[in-house]
């Protein structure tokens, strides 16, 4: 017989599964009246203090939301911002290949800019060696840093990065030319390996004209590959030197073959800037 006033036992599995029940509930987070902790006569946690409570207005979830969104958009926006400040090493890139070249050619006695090549600022021997190696070095860094940058742009844009990676390959190539001097047979090995960096415009074009936006970005790529391919012809010439076009192009060779550094520089400064004005409308245009 059971004295009246004491409880039966429950049921060992059904107590059990109600009590793990109400422990599983007793570690939510959200404090309520109804909180499991009370129900089991365990003491009440005071979760405010770790963490903070939720605003229970309009105005102040209104703020919360405001802040939040601006957070989350600077974070989007972080590596846009450093995209932006490696597209700028297109045009540096450029403006110091041409003073380089210039600054190296002044300081060599009797040297032409143009008959004689850009090779022959750092031959063997040549007392520009070392400086023409240094630019062309420091000119493949900034070519690889614009590169990155122009492909993270066009991913953001939706557009190939296939740009992005023939502008590496002519990195490449630049610095295999200032590590192996004329008349080193890797110097040419690297030289006829830039005209793989030479298709670049083209390819770029191509990718932009998926995009109505970037409809100047292939109008000008388009332009300058034209001017790209016309150099290339010319300094073709040098393979057959007693055909008729050597002889007329042999006089002032080293202006051919400028003519073909600027071009192809001249558009890697310019798509450099359009891309950046791409990029800055597109961004407005998320905002």
Same mark, same amino acid.
């Given at each position: 017989?059971?004295?009246?006033?004491?409880?039966? =036992?429950?049921?060992?599995?059904?107590?059990?599964?109600?009590?793990?029940?109400?422990?599983?509930?007793?570690? %939510?987070?959200?404090? &309520?009246?109804?909180?499991?902790?009370?129900?089991?006569?365990?003491?009440?946690?005071?979760?405010?203090?770790?963490?903070?409570?939720?605003?229970?207005?309009?105005?102040?979830?209104?703020?919360? %939301?405001?802040?939040?969104?601006?957070?989350?958009?600077?974070?989007?926006?972080?590596?846009?911002?450093?995209?932006?400040?490696?597209?700028?090493?297109? =045009?540096?890139?450029?403006?110091?290949?041409?003073?380089?070249?210039?600054?190296?050619?002044?300081?060599?006695?009797?040297?032409?800019?143009?008959?004689?090549?850009?090779?022959?600022?750092?031959?063997?021997?040549?007392?520009?060696?070392?400086?023409?190696?240094?630019?062309?070095?420091?000119?493949?860094?900034?070519?690889?840093?614009?590169?990155?940058?122009?492909?993270?742009?066009?991913?953001?844009?939706?557009?190939?990065?296939?740009?992005?990676?023939?502008?590496?390959?002519?990195?490449?190539?630049?610095?295999?030319?200032?590590?192996?001097?004329?008349?080193? =047979?890797?110097?040419?090995?690297?030289?006829?390996?830039?005209?793989?960096?030479?298709?670049? =415009?083209?390819?770029?074009?191509?990718?932009?004209?998926?995009?109505?936006?970037?409809?100047?970005?292939?109008?000008?790529?388009?332009?300058?590959?034209?001017?790209?391919?016309?150099?290339?012809?010319?300094?073709? &010439?040098?393979?057959?030197?007693?055909?008729?076009? %050597?002889?007329?192009?042999?006089?002032?060779?080293?202006?051919?073959?400028?003519?073909?550094?600027?071009? %192809?520089?001249?558009?890697?400064?310019?798509?450099?800037?359009?891309?950046?004005?791409?990029?800055?409308?597109?961004?407005?245009?998320?905002?």
């Amino acid at each position: 017989m059971e004295r009246a006033g004491r409880h039966r =036992p429950l049921d060992s599995s059904r107590s059990g599964r109600a009590t793990s029940r109400r422990l599983d509930k007793a570690q %939510w987070p959200r404090v &309520s009246v109804n909180h499991p902790a009370r129900t089991l006569g365990i003491k009440r946690v005071d979760y405010a203090k770790e963490r903070p409570a939720e605003p229970n207005n309009t105005a102040a979830r209104a703020t919360l %939301w405001r802040a939040l969104h601006v957070d989350l958009h600077a974070a989007d926006l972080r590596p846009a911002m450093s995209a932006h400040y490696r597209l700028w090493f297109g =045009p540096a890139a450029a403006f110091l290949l041409s003073i380089g070249i210039l600054a190296i050619g002044q300081a060599i006695p009797d040297y032409s800019h143009v008959r004689q090549t850009v090779s022959e600022l750092g031959e063997i021997g040549s007392p520009g060696r070392i400086a023409f190696s240094a630019l062309l070095l420091l000119v493949a860094a900034f070519l690889a840093i614009f590169a990155d940058g122009a492909a993270r742009a066009l991913r953001r844009m939706g557009h190939s990065s296939l740009p992005a990676y023939l502008i590496g390959a002519m990195a490449i190539s630049t610095a295999g030319v200032g590590i192996f001097p004329f008349p080193d =047979p890797l110097h040419n090995v690297f030289g006829m390996s830039e005209l793989v960096g030479y298709q670049a =415009p083209l390819v770029a074009a191509v990718a932009a004209t998926k995009d109505r936006s970037t409809k100047g970005i292939a109008v000008f790529s388009v332009s300058m590959y034209a001017v790209v391919l016309l150099a290339i012809a010319m300094n073709m &010439s040098v393979l057959d030197r007693h055909g008729d076009i %050597w002889i007329r192009v042999q006089p002032f060779y080293g202006i051919v073959q400028r003519a073909l550094f600027t071009a %192809w520089f001249l558009w890697c400064a310019g798509y450099g800037v359009l891309l950046m004005n791409a990029r800055r409308r597109d961004d407005h245009s998320l905002m």
